[in-house]
């Protein structure tokens, strides 16, 4: 035996069938469709109560409701110093609708800043009421009595919340229950006197005032809608109440839109790369 066929003896033997490497770009590589992080995940879209609208306003009818400022308060915090924006004072129910920027300003300028520890009562129930309180930073839980007497926690109240507002409008409003800290808390106080010191002066909000006590005391449920008298479980010829369900007049509509771009695709790529999923 010669070298050269020693060596001929020790190579691989050749190639037979087609090998994995090269059958892999004829074949279907099993992918999934493209995912994209900057919109909402997949399952919470599934789970969303989606509603087909045909038109392009879409208008959410609601009873008519007699609370008002059901909002939450903003404020602009510089160093230990807290503020309430001025146009955040609407969210309350004395101030809802009332849109003269300049009184408002004098409003927000007249709250005075109060910082408490937890643990400390803001106000107690039966007490006068003649402020309300901004809470800021915190939390406050309002306290009341169970049914056999005891306390019981009837709430609790976060950043941006706010309580006593009957106070501004009504001069006999006590406090329903006690308001106490959880935590450190920072609070922005507001007196009726301010208030009505300023309405003296200020003829907008004085008229804005009278307006609001002469609309008529509505009686409403939890939510601050109408309420509406029912009758269940009577024995006899009991009278039946008369009643009515009154709606929103302005309720809130959202104008839909449309999502739109110009995707460019170059035609090769439409050509040869166009299934499973078009490209164009």
């Known amino acids: 035996m010669s070298v050269g066929e020693e060596v001929r003896d020790t190579q691989a033997p050749p190639q037979q069938s087609l090998g994995t490497a090269a059958a892999r770009n004829l074949a279907t590589t099993t992918k999934s469709a493209p995912q994209m992080q900057e919109i909402t995940s997949r399952w919470l879209l599934k789970m969303l109560p989606w509603v087909q609208v045909q038109g392009g306003t879409y208008r959410v009818n609601r009873r008519l409701s007699y609370s008002v400022g059901d909002g939450r308060v903003t404020f602009v915090q510089t160093g230990d110093r807290v503020a309430v924006i001025p146009a955040e004072l609407g969210e309350l129910p004395a101030l809802r609708n009332f849109e003269d920027e300049e009184v408002l300003a004098e409003l927000a300028r007249r709250c005075e800043q109060r910082d408490v520890a937890a643990g400390e009562v803001l106000a107690a129930s039966g007490d006068a009421a003649d402020r309300v309180y901004l809470l800021a930073h915190g939390k406050v839980e309002k306290i009341g009595s169970g049914l056999y007497g005891d306390e019981t926690e009837l709430g609790v109240l976060a950043d941006?919340?706010?309580?006593?507002?009957?106070?501004?409008?009504?001069?006999?409003?006590?406090?329903?229950?006690?308001?106490?800290?959880?935590?450190?808390?920072?609070?922005?106080?507001?007196?009726?006197?301010?208030?009505?010191?300023?309405?003296?002066?200020?003829?907008?909000?004085?008229?804005?005032?009278?307006?609001?006590?002469?609309?008529?005391?509505?009686?409403?449920?939890?939510?601050?809608?109408?309420?509406?008298?029912?009758?269940?479980?009577?024995?006899?010829?009991?009278?039946?109440?008369?009643?009515?369900?009154?709606?929103?007049?302005?309720?809130?509509?959202y104008e839909l839109s449309v999502a739109q771009t110009v995707l460019k695709v170059h035609s090769r790529v439409a050509d040869l790369y166009n299934q499973p999923m078009n490209q164009t």
Request: aromatic fraction near 8%; hydrophobic fraction near 40%.
């Open 160 to 253: 941006g919340a706010y309580f006593g507002d009957q106070s501004l409008v009504d001069g006999d409003a006590v406090w329903e229950y006690t308001a106490r800290a959880v935590t450190p808390c920072t609070l922005l106080t507001l007196s009726r006197a301010d208030v009505y010191n300023l309405a003296e002066r200020a003829e907008s909000l004085r008229g804005h005032l009278a307006g609001l006590l002469s609309i008529p005391h509505q009686r409403t449920n939890h939510y601050g809608e109408a309420a509406i008298d029912l009758s269940a479980g009577h024995v006899g010829e009991a009278v039946v109440p008369h009643t009515f369900v009154d709606y929103d007049a302005a309720p809130r509509e």
